[in-house]
T-cell receptor
């Protein structure tokens, strides 16, 4: 298996531009997570999906952030408009959750991340 | 609110040394605890997952212990090697319907040849 695939690996953009990050989870996994990592705040969960349905988006910083999972093999995280404080590494992770609640109780497999720089 | 602390932030040891990485958490009501490894510029790799009912888990040269009552976990690395150099993060999953993994900021380990 190729593991979790994220694209692009690096993104440099100017303030105010729209940014779209993409994730392909491991085939057969039914839970998908978006995280953000910064030096100051460490690793933070932004949102997670179970069976393509958003379960918890309380970590999404503000309305400029949105995430979708149109099918089991693809998810996007969009920032519009982007700001310099959004600069971070964004990780996608997936897991096979055997629990109907969709709670993230199982081992998560992380992608390589997208390093976003907003100038 | 659950808080996870890992001290020190960085550690440097000579090759061959046995070492212990510490993790503490403020709320003992957890579902499980996980240790991850992160190499520079890479994502996280899960090393060990300990359920709340377990005391420890082992994988090769790694052994993780969990003491819920004191809010502590340790990751023991035996006979450290330069290839063990990385950042090690622990994360706890609190109990509760809407809980989410809470991560420490990690310990950056350097094993000198």
């Amino acid at each position: 298996d190729a593991g979790v695939i994220q694209s692009p690996r690096h993104e440099v953009t100017e303030m105010g531009q729209e940014v779209t990050l993409r994730c392909k989870p491991i085939s057969g996994h039914n839970s998908l997570f978006w995280y953000r990592q910064t030096m100051m705040r460490g690793l933070e969960l932004l949102i997670y999906f179970n069976n393509n349905v958003p379960i918890d988006d309380s970590g999404m910083p503000e309305d400029r952030f949105s995430a979708k999972m149109p099918n089991a093999s693809f998810s996007t995280l969009k920032i519009q408009p982007s700001e310099p404080r959004d600069s971070a590494v964004y990780f996608c992770a997936s897991s096979l959750s055997l629990r109907a609640s969709g709670r993230p109780t199982d081992t998560q497999y992380f992608g390589p991340g997208t390093r976003l720089t907003v100038l | 609110k659950q808080e996870v602390t890992q001290i020190p932030a960085a550690l440097s040891v000579p090759e061959g040394e046995n070492l212990v990485l510490n993790c503490s958490f403020t709320d003992s009501a957890i579902y499980n605890l996980q240790w991850f490894r992160q190499d520079p510029g890479k994502g996280l790799t899960s090393l060990l997952l300990i359920q709340s009912s377990q005391r420890e888990q082992t994988s090769g040269r790694l052994n993780a212990s969990l003491d819920k009552s004191s809010g502590r976990s340790t990751l023991y690395i035996a006979a450290s090697q330069p290839g063990d150099s990385a950042t090690y993060l622990c994360a706890v999953l609190p109990t509760g319907a809407n809980s989410k993994l809470t991560f420490g900021k990690g310990i950056t380990l350097s094993v000198r040849p």
